[in-house]
């Protein structure tokens, strides 16, 4: 089945414990993203690649690191979490970044 | 940057009535998807739509490029169909994604 998965699906943390939230997608896309969800704010690009080793900073990249080591997989890393960084967050793949994109499951993240 | 504005931003009818939810944007772009959020959080896109009209099943769009705005049209509406709409642009020249606020629909039964 055709998917994209993340894990883990939801996460309490304390603040500066760093923590990583993976992405996998089997659809061999090149375009993947991250985005954060809240509530007032809508859904915000955290960081996109357009394929293997090409990452680029979204509207709120701060905070956040990522890697494209391989096509298939996309991790979000929070080197040291801070409460602000609470939100529900999704990653998303597509064939490149002009054709349609499909959302993981979603993280939900708690930063105490 | 690129500025995405959606109407109504909320919106309640009665099962099988039909609705027309309005994205603009404010510079010409790339690419517009529009994506249905349900009430359990998923993330569904229904339409890559950068312009033209598209249908499928009971929902279409129609993107008019040069005038910057798309609409989604939901007909004989379903209880399933409640949610949030959200469209989102990617403007020419880059690929950072935009969403619009989003339209919270609830339909009734």
């Known amino acids: 089945e055709a998917q994209v998965t993340q894990n883990p699906r939801y996460l309490i943390t304390v603040t500066g414990k760093k923590l990583t939230v993976t992405c996998s997608q089997n659809m061999n896309h090149e375009y993947m993203s991250w985005y954060r969800q809240d509530p007032g704010l809508g859904l915000r690009q955290i960081y996109y690649s357009m394929n293997v080793e090409v990452t680029d900073k979204g509207d709120v990249p701060e905070g956040y690191k990522v890697s494209r080591k391989e096509k298939r997989n996309f991790p979000l890393i929070l080197e040291s979490p801070s409460p602000n960084q609470t939100s529900l967050y999704f990653c998303?793949?597509?064939?490149?970044?002009?054709?349609?994109?499909?959302f993981g499951p979603g993280t939900r993240l708690l930063v105490l | 940057g690129i500025q995405v504005e959606q109407s109504p931003p909320d919106l309640i009818l009665q099962e099988g009535a039909n609705s027309t939810l309005r994205c603009n944007f404010s510079d010409s772009v790339n690419n517009l998807q529009w994506f249905h959020q349900n009430p359990w959080g998923q993330l569904i896109n229904l339409f890559y739509?950068?312009?033209g009209t598209k249908q499928n099943g009971r929902l279409s769009a129609t993107t008019v490029a040069t005038e910057r705005y798309s609409l989604l049209y939901i007909s004989s509406s379903q209880t399933t169909d409640s949610g949030v709409y959200f469209c989102a642009v990617e403007g020419l020249g880059g690929q950072n994604f935009v969403f619009g606020p989003g339209t919270r629909l609830s339909v009734l039964p």
């Open positions: 998303a793949s597509s064939l490149s970044a002009q054709e349609t994109q499909y």
């Open positions: 739509i950068p312009s």
